[in-house]
């Protein structure tokens, strides 16, 4: 089914999360037609697809790289003006998963956590899940970039505190029936990064940015209005 040039672009509203990046921008009359089997309406982040990735500089010479497995994102595409498309999305703060192969006892015995996950999870100087259980992202605006590109912006709540970020974002494919669903879904990444000392995190010792990984499908909810 044939729509209008832009519906491609209004999947990319999808996940929202958390980044100051920019990227090339193309007029609207140079940005060529495209073929879409997403239409109109709410997109539900399949859980069992998706993966968001999150790491920051450690001692200066590697990326020490956790995953979040606890998130969830409702997008509403409207793709004969994606302006009028939106995001939102929540993190589950408690869902660190960080692979720790050690004793983290045996090695931290004056920690009052019993692992890495959940120091990380709930230290105040770190993601503070007990006074902040939840990240959530909101979109404001969405920019095509190419023909599979976007630039989404949104205000981020982190730490209880809430700034504007943008998130470059790629659609990396669209079926007309999923094969389980039986009904349309899109798929994504994104990347791009924020300063988390601007959200009031201690700057510690660990570089200040923290760079956002995001793969996942999205399945429209026939049911929802």
Excluded at 15 to 34: E, F, I, K, R
Excluded at 37 to 54: N, Q, S
Excluded at 64 to 81: C, G, H, I, Q, S
Excluded at 189 to 205: C, I, L, M, V
């Amino acid at each position: 089914m044939r729509i209008n040039r832009y519906s491609s672009f209004s999947a990319l509203i999808a996940l929202g999360m958390l980044v100051t990046t920019a990227g090339y921008s193309y007029a609207q009359s140079a940005t060529p037609a495209t073929e879409t089997k997403a239409p109109a309406g709410v997109y539900k982040l399949d859980p069992t697809h998706a993966a968001l990735l999150w790491s920051v500089k450690h001692n200066k010479i590697s990326n020490y790289t956790v995953r979040f497995n606890k998130l969830e994102a409702t997008l509403k595409l409207d793709p004969a003006k994606i302006e009028n498309s939106s995001i939102e999305a929540s993190i589950d703060a408690t869902s660190v998963v960080t692979g720790y192969p050690a004793d983290y006892k045996a090695t931290h015995a004056s920690s009052p956590y019993q692992t890495w996950d959940e120091e990380i999870s709930r230290d105040p100087k770190m993601l503070n899940s007990n006074a902040h259980p939840k990240i959530t992202f909101k979109s404001t605006k969405v920019t095509s970039t190419g023909p599979t590109t976007a630039d989404v912006t949104g205000d981020l709540t982190f730490l209880g505190v809430t700034k504007p970020v943008t998130l470059k974002a790629t659609l990396n494919g669209e079926i007309d029936s999923h094969p389980f669903a039986g009904v349309p879904a899109v798929g994504f990444a994104a990347e791009g990064s924020f300063n988390r000392t601007e959200f009031g995190q201690p700057a510690g010792y660990v570089g200040p940015d923290v760079t956002i990984r995001f793969d996942g499908e999205f399945i429209q909810d026939t049911s929802a209005k």
